[in-house]
């Protein structure tokens, strides 16, 4: 790859199909100024356009990055934004290869990424069939509690600096499933990305594919972090709310054929003939509905 | 191509090499909400992206684009932008493969483009050899004529309604150069879009090239439109001063043998060795100095 300094990058790939987004952290909708070091923003912006590549089944390649600056940005805060973006890259293998910097009345980080994928293994929303289990590939309510404690003026009762800390850091540094995509890719049928919460992403996947989603109660329980336990009960909500309604998680969500569920993936629940997103109770179907709206 | 309503793109290329960029169109930095209507928006932030394909001597395949909302944009406006935006891709032959909206403080249009080109004929800023010809591709000042009106006050004295249209329109649609760019990568030396002002720009090429740049008087003169030069005069300025400091031209500059000098590029002077941009005055050179600051 080369062309920093041209107009665009130059990029030569193998036969693959390439998969191709793009992605903002823009403050006032993703961020507040005051919630984030320039660390974090490099650090959320990349891995959370990133999360769309392992989402088809693919492999990052390469990434391009705007970025809008303002007025309440120094020279010290661009300097670790910077820092923070090379080392966030080098951490995934993922080089940035091109950019473009913008000076306006708010901060924003606009990445679009390149990723590749054998022909025609693409993973999309649209395969799930009944029968499949779903998986969920890591940790769901962890960062919408931490942007509640970021929202939330008074101090939490009964919440352990290390419990806060790690919401924290799942909300101001996710981490994109970047771990067994290729595996996930051969065995799944479909695959999206859990960005606006688990209910609301769950139900584009279910629309897409034409089924019904089933979340088993006892799996849903199993997947519960104990930090999230009880940040939950202090910010006056239950850890199941953060997790089924929550946003920004960056896991995956899946379907497949159980005896394929790939390692590290835990099983949800299951698909069957219908429409919408459920938890089960016995044969009963209780109707979960609602999600996350962007928005600091 | 596919995967509209997936987390990205997927696309299938043929074995040329690929380009890539990203380009942003922000209220505040590029516009005023009151300059520009959704189609505006929607045409200059498409034309502006595609710019720096052709700028490498590539064919844009594909865009994505990333679309922020403020709440002074009502359904009316996002659909005549959504109208717009895709007249404008049937237009330039560029389909838009996907996207993404968040809702913010301002407006603004983020737009990622792929393009390809023939194995190792991507132009580039460096290639520009001593007595190579410098050639425009499209006009200069127009764009920067109907800003400066726009950002005018008072009612312009002597300015008849139709140069004043053509001066607003070079603002508000340029067009990207994307007729010649086969021809111009088989002959041209070097090439960029010219966004910054053509001094700027081209002491972008002569630096990336090692060379000097050095304009004929003559030439700049031939170029000049007739509505800039009564623009201008109004202004307060000189149509030159505009052509050479103004900026949003999405015009391209390239160098080649004047002997190849292919359709539709006019000639503006000539490479010699040295460094740095200079209009020729006789066999002395004036330092060209100066440029344009993107900012509303």
């Excluded at 790690?166 to 499933?177: D, K, S, T």
């Excluded at 960005?195 to 089933?214: I, N």
Aim: aromatic letters at 6%.
């Amino acid at each position: 790859m080369e062309g920093i300094g041209d107009d665009c990058a130059v990029l030569r790939f193998p036969a693959d199909d390439l998969v191709w987004s793009i992605d903002a952290s823009l403050e006032g909708s993703h961020f507040l100024m005051d919630w984030m070091g320039p660390g974090d923003v490099a650090h959320k912006s990349f891995h959370a356009a990133l999360s769309d590549v392992p989402a088809m089944g693919a492999r990052p390649l390469a990434a391009i990055c705007q970025l809008s600056l303002s007025s309440r940005v120094n020279e010290a805060w661009l300097r670790a934004f910077a820092r923070a973006q090379r080392i966030v890259s080098e951490q995934t293998g993922v080089p940035i290869v091109g950019g473009n910097i913008t000076w306006g009345k708010t901060v924003g980080v606009v990445t679009s990424v390149l990723g590749a994928v054998e022909k025609n293994q693409a993973l999309k929303r649209s395969g799930a069939q009944p029968d499949d289990e779903i998986w969920l590939l890591g940790e769901l309510g962890l960062a919408a509690a931490g942007l509640r404690i970021l929202q939330t003026e008074e101090e939490l009762q009964d919440v352990r600096a290390s419990e806060r800390a790690v919401c924290l850091e799942a909300f101001r540094r996710p981490h994109a499933q970047l771990g067994s995509t290729e595996n996930l890719a051969r065995v799944a049928t479909s695959c999206l990305d859990v960005s606006d919460g688990l209910v609301r992403d769950a139900s584009r996947l279910a629309e897409a594919s034409g089924v019904a989603l089933v979340f088993e109660p006892e799996s849903l329980q199993r997947i519960l972090r104990p930090e999230l336990k009880s940040v939950a009960l202090a910010l006056g909500t239950t850890p199941k709310e953060l997790a089924l309604f929550g946003g920004e998680d960056y896991a995956l969500l899946a379907t497949g054929p159980s005896a394929a569920r790939p390692l590290g993936a835990r099983a949800l629940g299951f698909v069957e003939r219908g429409a919408g997103v459920y938890e089960a109770q016995g044969e009963s179907r209780v109707s979960l509905l609602g999600g996350f709206e962007h928005g600091a």
